[in-house]
């Protein structure tokens, strides 16, 4: 199993200098890939703006959105941004997509909430279209495209990534939780007739030494749950321990990339999360 790192696009404290280097540094270090996660209405750096800032500055990373909520976008400017990033980064771009779970982020874009499910189903299929047909440009690095997850917890997400994607992006949880998400997107894929598997993705929070501020981040990023926060807050892997232990439960779950995102916003965090992987 590959493990990579999240830049600290949503973490308080993150400056454009912060996140440069953090790419810099990652690049440089045994992680395999460099994620991102989308927030509208969040003080918090755009996830396409930042893979493409951190596409100047990197080489060997792949770099990934741990999800975009695509509804929110218009679906012709996401291809042409996820080509762009792709041909910038040398077909690196693994574009995980969703449709998201906060109310106020669909207000603040003015979009509307109900039928977002079939409206990511359409974009889905248009992706492909817009990057095969070569209409918009640049061509993406990659053949047919960037290497496309879908995120989601129910049936219809299942479906829509067998039908549409590469893989599955699976929202976070203990091993446990993987494998059964896993086991549905595997379900599905076979229900379709594509050969093989899908290719699975997985994320956690981590926040080495520093309890309480990784998890006040994660109480306020996660409120709109209500007391299912506090849960979310409690997962935060605070110790090496923690993250060789969970590592090892998704690799024998299956997972072929885990992606291990940041609670606090020092390169410090980088560092340990190196040492203790190394």
Not at 74 to 101: C, E, F, M, W, Y
Request: proline share 6%; with cysteine; aromatic share 8%.
């Amino acid at each position: 199993m590959n493990v990579g790192i999240g830049l600290p696009n949503t973490t308080p404290g993150a400056t454009g200098e912060l996140m440069l280097e953090w790419a810099r540094q990652a690049d440089a270090g045994p992680f395999s890939s460099l994620g991102v996660l989308d927030r509208l209405l969040y003080d918090s750096f755009e996830p396409m703006s930042s893979l493409a800032a951190a596409a100047a500055v990197t080489r060997r990373v792949r770099l990934a959105t741990m999800i975009v909520i695509a509804p929110l976008r218009n679906t012709a400017l996401l291809a042409k941004q996820a080509a762009s990033i792709d041909a910038l980064a040398g077909g690196r771009l693994t574009l995980g997509l969703a449709v998201g779970a906060r109310l106020d982020d669909y207000a603040a874009a003015d979009v509307e909430h109900r039928g977002r499910g079939e409206r990511f189903s359409r974009q889905l299929a248009e992706l492909r279209d817009h990057w095969e047909a070569d209409r918009i440009g640049p061509p993406p690095a990659q053949s047919g495209g960037p290497e496309l997850l879908v995120g989601g917890g129910a049936g219809p997400s299942f479906e829509r990534m067998a039908r549409y994607a590469d893989g599955y992006a699976h929202g976070g949880g203990p091993p446990r939780a993987f494998a059964r998400a896993a086991a549905s997107a595997c379900a599905a894929w076979g229900d379709l007739g594509r050969p093989g598997r899908p290719r699975l993705w997985g994320q956690a929070y981590f926040a080495l030494g520093d309890d309480e501020a990784g998890a006040d981040y994660l109480r306020d990023y996660y409120a709109f749950t209500g007391p299912f926060a506090e849960k979310i807050a409690a997962g935060n892997l605070t110790s090496a321990r923690a993250v060789r232990d969970f590592v090892r439960g998704y690799a024998e779950e299956g997972c072929d990339e885990l992606v291990l995102l940041p609670t606090v916003a020092k390169l410090e965090q980088l560092e340990r999360l190196a040492e203790v992987l190394a």
